[in-house]
Every structure is written in structure tokens, then in C-alpha cells.
């Protein structure tokens, strides 16, 4: 909820930082507001919002990380129209993000150390098998050049526009009235009847001959072009490839070994059997303890765990196993049950013990002491994770290595590709939209494809990434741009076109003369017998009833509720071709909608008005906030 707040604002830190994700920048399509101030010189600050002032050099970090993306994906230099508006997209992400975070602090939402603490180690980039690593944190934003402070400073920020946006959202409410005039809604049911009048019926009258053909491929000359293509030579460079020429010694595996210690430990682990027993609708909290307590008193006097097991376990998963869940670490496990089973013996039998799940028996069965591996029984793990960071290096090394070397003039694929060690191919057909080959159709390729400076400027285009682990350049060896396809090949084509066009044309003339009729007083099976189709029988349907085609289920909820004995009527084209002609004839709702099913209409109900809230809230803010942008911020 609150997409809009949550989406833009919190993305502030996650563009400033480019720790999450994919490090990629997305901006929405926002128009200029606020006042402009043109007086800035070209001082350190890229705007200024009820006198904060926002840091210039993050705005220009992210514009660099945009133009290098430009770059790679297009191969040419950004048009000025679209550089202008990136440019004030950046600016407007700060600008929104100021606005938000001065309001949390207008309002008195406060954030605690430890709340900044928790969220800095939820974080996936700071973390190491799941789990937050000091080091790793400190040398991400190293390399980023943030410190510790100034990422804690923003996360705050972050945490406290959170806060907002949950002040809104929990604002939002309906009524009784609303809840039970949203619940009549869906649950209403409408008594109808319809006829389809297929498009066939018309098409055989429709007129074919060559001048008609003629006329129709000349109005509809774009619809019979070929596909723009292009004959490519490419040259490549995989991941792999890279992979096999790192070389990895004894001693680096035994470096990686001693400093990553902690991550070749396994935890102890311990094989046990449960019997778990659950409220139910018809078997409460109470019960279900007190049946536990039976299973319990069972296995102590001696029963069979595995039978028992099978008798009394809700677990359908395990009981079938005699309620075995094999060996597990304690990390893998609820809490109740994990203390438990972690604080046991050897055939120790315990419980009831009470989870989320409901009451669990428990017997431990095995004890698998924690280790650490060997260096031995590690190599093979460090090995190939060495051998696969280093090339992941030198990869991006490359990346950066070809974006260089496209730039200076005098630079060719065959030269590019020998000094890279690339694998170079050619490719007779790349086709817009669908690309081609063992190339794919990545968007990112086709963009530098048909890009002017690659068929136009007859550059070099790339590098493009596909996938994680390859990379492409490419050069255009014939451009076929789109053409008009001769006639006598489009002639069938342009035939079954006119007839599908008169038959539907037909067919809503006819639904359309029919609905005339109808509220002129004749009857529905008068007027489709004249048609010659035959109308449904009468019958109520609901709001998503898949029994009648989509598009006239849609029609008869939209239109108007009929006057008593006297049925209200329409015609529809369907989008499958034809016509129907709709007859609503009655109106009923039901009482007692089913409790899951109302709160999930109202849930998502709300949802879509705390849309609406937020979208009015973040412009608000926006429009009153008195904002001085530096429009030469980005020239530095």
C-alpha cells in the first residue's frame, strides 16, 4: 500500500547507495514543479527545498551511472531531450525524498538507534549466508566511498518516511455503511439473457474483388510491411570462458580458508519425531491440548512413537513417516520447538509443546555434533568460488575495458575481439522486436541494434550485457528497413480481412437494430429468430461467473439496473469477433457474504484508496514546497 511514498521515497537511499538490487536507477515520468531558481552559480548544492539543501555530488554520481547504462545500452550519445529529463528526474527524486523527510521531522517521528541498527542488518548486500557480516558492510561503503555514518544518517531518514507512509495507510477506513454496501456489490447477482451473432453471417457478403483489395491495402499499407532487420556480425565474451583461465594456488585457498572461517561451520543437527496437534474449527485450543496430553501419556507408557504418530498427528506430512522430520539445525526450526528440541536428550520425549502450528510431542532421536570443515574438504567450495569471483572481475574489467575502447575512432569488432579473446559470429537476421539467433531477444540488444549510431553512424554498438554472464558488440553489416510487402503476397491476408471487418460490421448493425426492436416492446426470441440464432435461457449470474463470455458479463454488472417487468438492453461487439445482443431482466443480492471474502474486498478496497491518498498526499507536499533547483548541477 502507499506504492507511490513507499516506491519514490524509499528509493532514495537504495539510488544514492546503489547497495540494493541490481544497482539500477528507476525514475518516474515526473514533470518539473515547484519554483525554479536560476540565480545558483555553480555551487556545491543540486537544489535547494524549503532551504535544505541536497547534496550535488550523489545527484551526480547517479547521472554518471545513467549515462554509462545510456552507453552500453544504445552505444551513442544520449539525445538532449532525454538527457534533460533524466537529469530533472534525479533532481525530483531528492527533491520528493526532502519533502517527505521534512514532514516526518514537522510531525515528531523518531527513530531509535536500534532500529537503525536492525534495519543496517537486515540488509542482503551486508550480509553473508544470511547473516550480517561488520566487515562486509564497512567495505561496501568503502567502495562506494559512503561512510558509516552518512549511510546511518539516510537509513534514519529512510525508517522515518516509512513512518509516515504508515500513518497514512492506517488512516484509511470504511465504514459499516461502505463495508455493507461493498459487500451487497459483489455479491450481487443479475438474471440475464443473450444471444452472439457470429461475424460469419456477414462476411460472405462482403466485397472482394481486385479493386476493393486494392483500396483496403492502401488504407492499410502499414499493417503489411516486413519486420526491420539487420545482418549482424557480433563478437562475444562469456563468463566462463574467463573462468577457465584464472589460475588459483594453494596459498590463496588457504587465505580464503582462514579469513572465511566462520562459513565453513556446521551447525549440530538433530533427528527428531513429532506429533502435532491443531485447533481446528471444530476442536479448540483446549482440545487440542488436551489430546496432545493424550498422545503424550500414550508414548510414556510405552506405545509406539511412529504409530501414535500416525494416529493423532495433524502433520500430514510427517505422519505418514511415523512423524519423523529428519535431521535439522536449529535455525530451521519455530522457536518453541527448536528451544525444546535443542535443550533435550538422547529418547528424551517432551511436550506438550505449544508453536504457532498448534501442540507438539516431541522425541529426539540422534545427535549430529556441529564441525567445521576441513581446508581439504573445503578446497573443492573455495576453489570454485575464487575461480568465480576472479573471473567475475576480470569480466567486469572487460566491460568497462570495451566501453573505453568503443570510444576512440579507428576502432574495429575484428580488432576488439582479438584483443579481448572474443568469439565472433554473424548473423543473417536480427529482427526488431523478436532479435534473433543465438543472440535472444534481449530489449537492451535491440535498443543498441537499431540505434542511429550503430545503422546511421555505423559504430560499434555495446557492450550489452545478456544475462549475467555475457557479453556482446556488434556491427551492422546490411540494414533492411521496414518495406511494403507486394500486394499479390498480402492478397489472401487482405481478402480475410475485409470479410472479418464486413462480418463484424454486420453483426453489430444487426445487434444494434435487434436492441431497437427489443425496446420497442417486441420479444427477445421473436427478434432472434428473425436473426437466426437462438438466445440462452434465462439465468442469474455473479460478478465473475465464467459460464458467459467475459465481455457481456462485464456488460450486464455496467449497465443500468432493469424496471420492474421491464428488461434493460444493449448490444456489445465481442473482441472474438460477432456481436451479442444483452438482456438484463432481473436483479438479486445476497445477505451474509462469506467472512474471508469480505475482508479481502475490503482490504483491497482500502488498498486502492490508500493509493489515491498517497498520490495526493506526496503532490501536496510537492506543489507547497518552496523549491530552487541548480540547473547547473549536472555541468561539474
Do not use: C
Not at 25 to 34: N, R, S, V
Not at 84 to 99: G, K, N, P, T, Y
Not at 599 to 614: F, T
Amino acid at each position: 500500500m502507499l506504492q507511490k511514498i513507499s516506491d519514490t521515497l524509499k528509493g532514495h537511499a537504495w539510488l544514492t547507495y546503489g547497495l540494493f538490487g541490481a544497482l539500477s536507477l528507476i525514475f518516474a515520468a515526473w514533470g518539473a514543479y515547484g519554483i525554479a531558481n536560476l540565480n545558483f552559480g555553480s555551487g556545491a548544492n543540486g537544489a535547494k527545498v524549503n532551504g535544505e539543501t541536497l547534496p550535488a555530488d550523489q545527484m551526480r554520481r547517479i547521472w554518471l551511472e545513467q549515462q554509462s547504462q545510456w552507453q552500453q545500452q544504445h552505444g551513442g550519445e544520449m539525445p538532449a531531450a532525454q538527457k534533460a529529463l533524466i537529469q530533472d528526474q534525479i533532481v525530483e527524486s531528492f527533491v520528493r525524498s526532502a519533502v517527505v523527510t521534512q514532514r516526518a521531522h514537522q510531525l515528531g517521528y523518531r527513530v531509535s538507534d536500534q532500529e537503525v541498527m536492525q534495519a543496517l542488518q537486515n540488509q542482503p548486500a551486508f550480509q553473508i549466508d544470511g547473516r550480517y557480516s561488520p566487515d562486509l558492510a564497512k567495505a561496501r561503503l568503502t567502495q562506494l566511498g559512503i561512510s558509516a555514518d552518512a549511510f546511518a544518517v539516510d537509513l534514519k531518514n529512510e525508517l522515518q518516511r516509512d513512518q509516515v507512509d504508515r500513518g497514512i495507510r492506517l488512516s484509511d477506513f470504511m465504514t459499516g455503511h461502505e463495508r455493507a454496501q461493498l459487500a451487497a456489490l459483489e455479491n450481487e447477482e443479475r438474471q440475464i439473457r443473450y444471444a452472439v451473432i457470429p461475424e460469419e453471417k456477414y462476411a460472405a457478403s462482403a466485397v472482394t474483388d481486385d479493386a476493393a483489395v486494392r483500396a483496403y491495402y492502401e488504407a492499410h499499407k502499414a499493417e503489411f510491411m516486413t519486420i526491420e532487420s539487420v545482418k549482424l556480425q557480433y563478437a562475444q565474451l562469456n563468463l566462463d570462458q574467463l573462468t577457465s583461465q584464472v589460475t588459483i594456488t594453494d596459498a590463496d585457498i588457504r587465505d580464503y580458508y582462514d579469513k572465511n572461517k566462520t562459513r565453513f561451520a556446521q551447525p549440530e543437527r538433530r533427528r527428531a519425531r513429532h506429533i502435532l496437534v491443531t485447533a481446528t474449527k471444530d476442536r479448540n485450543d483446549a482440545a487440542a491440548l488436551a489430546r496432545a496430553n493424550e498422545a503424550l501419556a500414550k508414548v510414556k507408557a510405552g506405545g509406539d512413537f511412529a504409530a501414535l504418530a500416525k494416529q493423532y498427528s495433524d502433520d500430514t506430512g510427517s505422519a505418514t513417516q511415523g512423524g519423523d522430520l529428519g535431521f535439522s539445525q536449529k535455525s530451521d526450526l519455530v522457536g518453541p520447538f527448536a528451544d525444546a528440541l535443542f535443550s533435550m536428550s538422547v529418547n528424551e520425549i517432551r511436550g506438550p509443546v505449544k508453536s504457532q502450528f498448534g501442540y507438539h510431542v516431541i522425541q529426539l532421536e540422534a545427535i549430529e555434533a556441529g564441525k567445521t570443515k576441513s581446508l581439504d574438504e573445503a578446497r573443492p567450495e573455495i576453489e570454485a568460488q575464487l575461480r568465480h569471483d576472479r573471473a567475475a572481475d576480470k569480466f567486469g574489467d572487460a566491460q568497462e575495458q570495451l566501453q573505453q575502447k568503443l570510444e576512440q575512432p579507428g576502432t574495429t569488432l575484428e580488432g576488439l575481439a582479438q584483443q579481448f579473446n572474443m568469439q565472433t559470429g554473424e548473423l543473417a537476421t536480427f529482427e526488431r522486436g523478436t532479435g534473433g539467433g543465438d543472440l535472444g531477444d534481449s530489449r537492451d540488444l535491440q535498443e543498441a541494434v537499431f540505434s542511429d549510431a550503430v545503422l546511421a553512424e555505423h559504430k560499434i554498438g555495446g557492450p550489452v550485457l545478456l544475462g549475467e554472464n555475457r557479453l556482446v558488440i556488434v556491427k551492422a553489416l546490411e540494414h533492411h528497413p521496414p518495406a511494403a510487402k507486394p500486394i499479390a503476397q498480402v492478397h489472401d491476408a487482405i481478402v480475410a480481412a475485409i470479410r472479418k471487418e464486413r462480418g463484424r460490421a454486420g453483426a453489430i448493425q444487426a445487434a444494434q437494430a435487434a436492441v431497437t426492436k427489443l425496446r420497442a416492446g417486441a420479444s427477445l426470441d421473436e427478434v432472434t429468430r428473425e436473426l437466426g440464432v437462438a438466445a440462452e435461457p434465462p439465468r442469474f449470474i455473479g460478478r465473475t461467473d465464467p459460464s458467459v463470455p467475459a465481455q457481456i458479463g462485464a456488460e450486464a454488472f455496467a449497465s443500468g439496473k432493469p424496471a420492474a417487468g421491464k428488461p434493460a438492453y444493449s448490444a456489445l461487439e465481442l473482441p472474438s469477433g460477432g456481436a451479442a445482443i444483452l438482456s438484463v431482466l432481473s436483479v438479486k443480492t445476497h445477505e451474509g457474504a462469506n467472512p474471508e471474502q469480505a475482508a479481502a474486498s475490503v482490504r483491497q478496497a482500502l488498498a486502492q484508496h490508500s493509493e489515491g491518498d498517497a498520490d495526493a498526499y506526496l503532490e501536496q507536499l510537492r506543489l507547497n514546497a518552496k523549491v530552487e533547483k541548480n540547473p547547473q548541477v549536472f555541468d561539474q
